[in-house]
Structure formats: C-alpha cells, structure tokens
Nanobody, 124 residues
Framework: QVQLVESGGGLVQQGGSLRLSCAAS????????MGWYRQPPRKERELVATITSNGVTNYADSVKGRFTISIDIDKNTADLQMNSLESEDTAVYYC??????????????????WGQGTQVTVSS
C-alpha cells in the first residue's frame, strides 16, 4: 500500500499564499502522477491540479496563473504553491497519487491513493 501524508494547510488572509506538501510512502512502488483536489463546503470534490512523473501539468481554470504544482520523483513528493488566495479557495485539500506497486502476488498493480486532507481557509 502507498500512504500519503499532507501538510501545509491553515488560515490565511485573502491575497496571501500557502504551500501544501504531500509525501508518498510505502514499499516497492513507482509513481506515475500526483495531484491535488479540493472539496469546498457543501460542494463536490474537484480537481485543482495534476502533474505526471515527467512534469506534465494540468490545472483547473479557476487556479491557473495562481497555483503551481511541482513533483520530486526521487523523494515521492508533490507540492502545491498557492498564491493570490481568494475566499473561494477555502476547502479541504486532498492529495492523490497514482502509479504501480508490488502486490501480494509479486506483480505490479495499479494503485490510486488519497491523503487524509488538509484544511485551507481564506479569510476575506
């Protein structure tokens, strides 16, 4: 199994910045992509940004130009730099990671893991 641990959430004023970090751990796995999703109050979970192991990125329109996702494949980490934060960015942010990991039969099976979530609150 691959476990994800997020850090970096908190309370920030509108226009401020926060940096979220996500670290993947486990045995015998290789990441193919990582991403950040968020769930605003009383709304569905939505994509924020994703990045592949070779650095190809994808962003939600609402965060383009303000958020930057990065990945360190050697450390199995992904960060989300969030600038010019708005009240609409208030949400629980979840890290996701996908790839292949050794299963109980010795083969490589695809996996998709989620972190526990970290709260980001932007005050106006």
């Amino acid at each position: 199994q691959v476990q994800l641990v997020e850090s970096g959430g908190g309370l920030v004023q509108q226009g401020g910045s926060l940096r979220l970090s996500c670290a993947a751990s486990g045995t015998d796995f290789r990441l193919s992509a990582m991403g950040w999703y968020r769930q605003p109050p009383r709304k569905e979970r939505e994509l924020v940004a994703t990045i592949t192991s070779n650095g190809v990125t994808n962003y939600a329109d609402s965060v383009k130009g303000r958020f930057t996702i990065s990945i360190d494949i050697d450390k199995n980490t992904a960060d989300l730099q969030m600038n010019s934060l708005e009240s609409e960015d208030t949400a629980v942010y979840y890290c996701n990671a996908g790839g292949r990991a050794r299963d109980e039969y010795g083969g490589l099976a695809r996996f998709s893991s989620w972190g526990q979530g970290t709260q980001v609150t932007v005050s106006s």
